[in-house]
């Protein structure tokens, strides 16, 4: 079965500051991968995902992932973070060859502070 | 507008009182799933369905039923609930069991079970 490690539980910046979010994956197979954000009480909404193609994804907010599959990684970034990122973020798999039960990490909580 | 949408948002019950969640989602997906959102797990899926009449267990399906009857209605089915099923509910559709364009949410069922 596949597995997705966040390695980054907990994440606090100030305002301006420059983001990456890891997520490393496992599976041998080929993968659709997506970032989800969760602002607080709200229900998860999709930032960005990757099918195939140019490896390097834009999403919605000023977002960016980059898939690195000898890595295993798809590791989320945004160049200047504002209070308003404040959320949690979860890295997601679908493996594209056998179950298609997706995987979603254990998430990251980022605190922007003004 | 575009919506998966949940019911009820906050649940209180008592262990072994049978209850539904509802879910109902206005896009035409063919692919809904139901997950458990805990503190330090992520999400969890429960159960899915690729269509009408064909649903399949998930990760955690132990305690929970399913029916796809309709293709916009997936309820969540808790024959005799337990304290363990204290969780965050999310119900979520797409395109195809892919991910298609990503994942649409619903707004979360809070339930406790006493």
């Known amino acids: 079965a596949q597995s997705v490690s966040q390695h980054n539980h907990h994440v606090i910046l100030s305002e301006a500051a420059s983001l990456e979010l890891g997520c490393n994956y496992s599976?041998?197979?080929?993968?659709?991968l997506f970032w989800y954000v969760q602002y607080p009480g709200q229900h998860l909404q999709l930032l960005l995902k990757?099918?195939?193609?140019?490896?390097l994804v834009k999403g919605i907010k000023g977002f960016e992932a980059e898939f690195i599959k000898s890595k295993f990684s798809f590791n989320l970034r945004k160049p200047s973070v504002q209070w308003s990122d404040t959320a949690e973020y979860f890295c997601?798999?679908?493996?594209?060859?056998?179950?298609?039960?997706?995987?979603f990490g254990r998430g990251t909580s980022l605190i922007v502070h003004p | 507008e575009a919506q998966v949408t949940q019911n009820p948002r906050y649940l209180i019950t008592v262990t072994g009182k049978k209850l539904t969640v509802t879910c109902s989602q206005n896009?035409?997906?063919?692919?809904m799933s139901w997950y458990r959102q805990d503190p330090g797990l992520g999400l969890r899926q429960i159960y899915y369905?690729?269509?009408?009449?064909?649903?399949d267990k998930g990760d955690v399906p132990e305690g929970y039923k399913v029916s796809r009857k309709e293709k916009r209605n997936f309820p969540l089915i808790l024959e005799s609930p337990s304290p363990n099923q204290t969780s965050l509910y999310f119900c979520?559709?797409?395109?195809?069991?892919?991910?298609?364009?990503?994942?649409?949410f619903g707004s979360g069922t809070r339930l406790t079970v006493v």
């Open positions: 979520a559709s797409s395109l195809s069991r892919g991910g298609g364009y990503g994942y649409t």
């Open positions: 599976y041998g197979g080929t993968v659709n």
């Open positions: 990757y099918f195939s193609g140019d490896p």
């Open positions: 997601a798999v679908i493996p594209t060859g056998g179950s298609y039960i997706p995987t």
């Open positions: 896009m035409n997906h063919e692919y």
């Open positions: 369905s690729m269509n009408v009449e064909v649903t």
